[in-house]
């Protein structure tokens, strides 16, 4: 089976290449000492893409050493897997991460990667077909379903005309071919506003909101329309329209994507047909022992290849040496700092923020500390009924306009677990996840703790689906400041502190992970990918070139 980053040489097309050129590549020695801080998920990959990389056959010559630092006493950052006993046996809590979606080229080379730890066998689906990746809800007061291609047109049209939070839809679609494209000097825009200038505000506010609800735990009116929505972004001006757009911005490949799937395709990975033809009909993939299953074979597999992992050893202070061919990393536990060739933080970036402080205590890349993160109380749910459910689908989401009265405990979104994968518990039952807060709770100087919490997340659950029953397990979880918010102007910032970062540490710093280029897991672990592969300097390259962006027509991108 080839891994996904042998031999390296062939990853990039020569077009790609020539096209980024040396704005990408640093002038890196091969092999080296380096260092990675953080043990998520995006720190696991990278140390693992540096082995695999050390593996190839121009750097095996080299020595090359990976040391990676984890302030935590485990691995694995905000995946989080939990067993617990229900009476007849046990079911698993997922207290942050549960699902991965097989979108390539990100869930191709995440397939790729859990084939190449051993992992594929504990693959779990979800069907296309589901009625979890069929049937999704709103809830603003009374639980609307959203309309989708496989209900059928009566069902579309019954919908759109007859639910008021589905409003606006019809003439929405219809009016926007007419709205001019953003004029040139208009760099970036809330994600309300973009929805709002192309479609209308009722859009925004009834459908946009609640599916950013249910990604970002974010505000619509904060949130980076350029970061986050980037293809209709830039489809706005190829194509002039999004509606006459769509065909063509339906099949937008992003360069580096373009370019990873590529290597995928010609490596043909992953090699099992059956694992590529059951990602190709799912909706979901997860793994039977949760996703925590994926951190802890990552950390298994490094410490066999000779990676050292420091748990319970939080990074303090990163320091350029005076030539800034070095880096000085200094720890906690030791007055001495450890110097490293290279270093790939992973932690927040206003963590890392916190580490790069001048003698005179002013912080050395300041705009690393602008990334807001918002907090999320996560209330996992089991019944050991299995037909408590009173409909069916993925779960529920909550526009940002439901007025309090109807959303008083500041809910984001109901998950109905049991109804999107099947195989993680050994009985049957009903399992839910309760997420609150989010940008609700912007500007609390204090949150809801557990006991509220759980007795909120009862109440939202009898409101909406009119389950009274008491669970019978319950786990509370307050994930604090765990979702990066790329707001307004994030390109532009990221793109200084890549300025920022190379002017304090020459190549010796680079980062990676939730707060930068995208949020979910297989954004992560193909963050990790680029870094180490395109070998960069900052991490934050690509904040400082024109994205690019072909249309290629891949009936099966799992070929
Ligand atoms: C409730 C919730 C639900 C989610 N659901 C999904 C989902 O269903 N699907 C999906 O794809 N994504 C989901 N996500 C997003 C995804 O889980 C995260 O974005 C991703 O796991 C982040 O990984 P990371 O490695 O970049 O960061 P983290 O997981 O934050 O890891 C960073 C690591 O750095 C460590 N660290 C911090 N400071 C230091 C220091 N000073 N020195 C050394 N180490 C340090 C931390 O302890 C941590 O282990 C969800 C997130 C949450 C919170």
Redesign the pocket.
């Known amino acids: 089976m080839p891994p996904l980053l042998s031999p390296l040489p062939r990853v990039a097309p020569r077009a790609l290449r020539l096209c980024l050129g040396r704005r990408y590549l640093s002038a890196s020695a091969p092999g080296g000492d380096f260092a990675v801080?953080?043990?998520?998920?995006?720190?696991?990959s990278t140390a693992w893409f540096l082995y695999q990389r050390s593996q190839t056959t121009d750097q095996k010559k080299h020595r090359t050493k990976i040391t990676l630092?984890?302030?935590?006493d485990r691995?694995?950052?905000?995946?989080q897997s939990k067993h617990v006993d229900v009476p007849g046996g046990r079911v698993l809590f997922?207290?942050?991460?549960?699902?991965?979606?097989p979108t390539p080229p990100g869930g191709r080379a995440v397939a790729t990667l859990i084939e190449e730890l051993g992992l594929k066998d504990d693959l779990i689906f979800g069907s296309k077909d589901s009625p979890a990746a069929i049937r999704r809800w709103l809830y603003n007061g009374k639980l609307v379903e959203l309309p989708h291609p496989k209900l059928g047109l009566l069902d579309l049209g019954m919908k759109l005309f007859t639910q008021p939070a589905l409003k606006g839809i019809i003439s929405g679609v219809f009016s926007e071919p007419q709205v001019s494209p953003r004029p040139d000097n208009v760099t970036d825009e809330s994600v309300g506003s973009f929805v709002t200038r192309r479609m209308n505000k009722a859009i925004a506010n009834n459908l946009t909101s609640a599916v950013f609800h249910g990604i970002y735990a974010g505000d619509i009116w904060q949130l980076s329309a350029r970061s986050l929505l980037p293809s209709l972004w830039h489809g706005e001006k190829e194509y002039g329209s999004l509606v006459l757009g769509s065909p063509a911005i339906r099949t937008l490949w992003e360069e580096k994507d373009e370019a990873l799937q590529k290597r995928l395709f010609e490596t043909d990975a992953p090699a099992d047909l059956v694992l590529r033809h059951n990602m190709a009909s799912s909706s979901v993939f997860t793994l039977r022992g949760g996703l925590e299953q994926l951190s802890r074979r990552l950390e298994e597999k490094l410490l066999q290849k000779g990676v050292t992992i420091r748990k319970g050893?939080?990074?303090?202070k990163l320091e350029p040496s005076e030539d800034k061919l070095r880096v000085k990393v200094f720890t906690k536990d030791s007055a001495e700092p450890q110097t490293f060739t290279n270093v790939i933080a992973?932690?927040?970036a206003k963590?890392l923020s916190s580490?790069l402080t001048a003698p005179s205590g002013t912080p050395l890349v300041p705009l690393l500390s602008t990334i807001p993160a918002v907090t999320?109380n996560?209330i996992n749910l089991w019944y050991p009924d299995p037909h408590l459910l009173p409909i069916r689908g993925f779960g529920s989401l909550i526009p940002q306009t439901t007025p309090l009265e109807d959303n008083p405990c500041w809910a984001l979104g109901i998950v109905y677990d049991s109804e999107i994968v099947q195989g993680q518990d050994s009985v049957p039952g009903t399992k839910l996840t309760v997420?609150l807060g989010g940008h609700w709770w912007d500007g609390w100087s204090e949150i809801p703790g557990e006991e509220q919490s759980i007795r909120f997340a009862k109440e939202t659950v009898a409101r909406q689906l009119g389950i009274t029953a008491e669970p019978a397990a319950v786990n509370f979880s307050s994930?604090k400041e765990?979702?990066p918010q790329y707001t307004v102007g994030h390109t532009a910032r990221m793109a200084q502190a890549h300025h920022g970062l190379k002017r304090t540490f020459g190549d010796g710093l680079s980062v990676?992970?939730?707060?930068y280029t995208g949020?979910?897991?297989?954004?992560?672990i193909k963050a990790a990918y680029n870094n180490v592969v395109w070998n960069m300097a900052t991490g934050l390259e690509p904040f400082t070139v024109k994205a690019k962006y072909r249309s290629i027509n891949m009936p099966n991108p799992w070929e």
């Open positions: 801080i953080g043990g998520g998920i995006t720190g696991l630092f984890e302030a935590a691995t694995g950052g905000w995946i997922e207290t942050g991460a549960r699902t991965l979606r050893t939080p990074v303090t992973t932690c927040p963590t580490m999320v996560v997420m994930q765990c979702i990676a992970g939730s707060s949020v979910g897991v297989n954004d992560c």
